[in-house]
T-cell receptor, first 116, second 110 residues
Framework: GAVVSQHPSWVICKSGTSVKIECRSL??????MFWYRQFPKQSLMLMAT?????????EQGVEKDKFLINHASLTLSTLTVTSAHPEDSSFYIC????????????FGNGTRLTVT | GQNIDQPTEMTATEGAIVQINCTYQ??????LFWYQQHAGEAPTFLSY????GLEEKGRFSSFLSRSKGYSYLLLKELQMKDSASYLC???????????FGTGTQLKVEL
């Protein structure tokens, strides 16, 4: 089945630094990938839609200059949290879908970000 | 806007049957996903309903009524490992955008 790999699984960084999270589709090409954020005991909130070869589409309230998304190839999207602050600590999850009709979104294993 | 409601918590007994309901009010509705999420892990796909009716897949079944904006996930022969959060998500629009409910935390007891 479709596999999405996300790296790193967890990261601890100091306030003010930047963190890059990678999302790869391993056995299929994904023209579109999605980035979600999940706070404890809350639902997954869509942050942005990453489109290969073009700019990402951000959801309302998500700062595009803070959460930089790059989708340089059909199998890789990256999310960079710039100048991270403690309130950015969360579980970040990427997802991707193959081109098959009605195929489900497959999720990466998520990245637990802790900003100290 | 998109609005999805599901119970916050449920408790059931090992070997029993449990039904997790989900109601939605969305525009541009295409279908309804159910995902399972264990604590600290990413969601895993369970089912996707586009047409009205019940779809059975092993111990798990999912039902959809588009006219009522209602879906449920039915888990049979519950096992301890089924303790997890179950997320319903509406699939809307021309892209693959999903809107998730808050999830139902299911606890399976002996």
């Amino acid at each position: 089945g479709a596999v999405v790999s996300q790296h790193p699984s967890w990261v601890i960084c100091k306030s003010g630094t930047s963190v890059k999270i990678e999302c790869r589709s391993l056995d299929f090409q994904a023209t579109t990938m999605f980035w979600y954020r999940q706070f404890p005991k809350q639902s997954l909130m869509l942050m942005a839609t990453s489109n290969e070869g073009s700019k990402a589409t951000y959801e309302q309230g998500v700062e595009k200059d803070k959460f930089l998304i790059n989708h340089a190839s059909l199998t890789l999207s990256t999310l960079t949290v710039t100048s991270a602050h403690p309130e950015d600590s969360s579980f970040y999850i990427c997802s991707a879908q193959s081109d098959r009709e009605n195929s489900p979104l497959h999720f990466g294993n998520g990245t637990r970000l802790t900003v100290t | 806007g998109q609005n999805i409601d599901q119970p916050t918590e449920m408790t059931a007994t090992e070997g029993a049957i449990v039904q997790i309901n989900c109601t939605y009010q969305t525009s541009g509705f295409n279908g309804l996903f159910w995902y399972q999420q264990h604590a600290g892990e990413a969601p895993t796909f369970l089912s996707y309903n586009v047409l009205d009716g019940l779809e059975e897949k092993g111990r798990f079944s999912s039902f959809l009524s588009r006219s009522k904006g209602y879906s449920y996930l039915l888990l049979k022969e519950l096992q301890m490992k089924d303790s997890a959060s179950y997320l319903c998500a509406s699939h809307t629009g021309g892209g693959n955008k999903l809107t998730f409910g808050t999830g139902t935390q299911l606890k399976v007891e002996l």
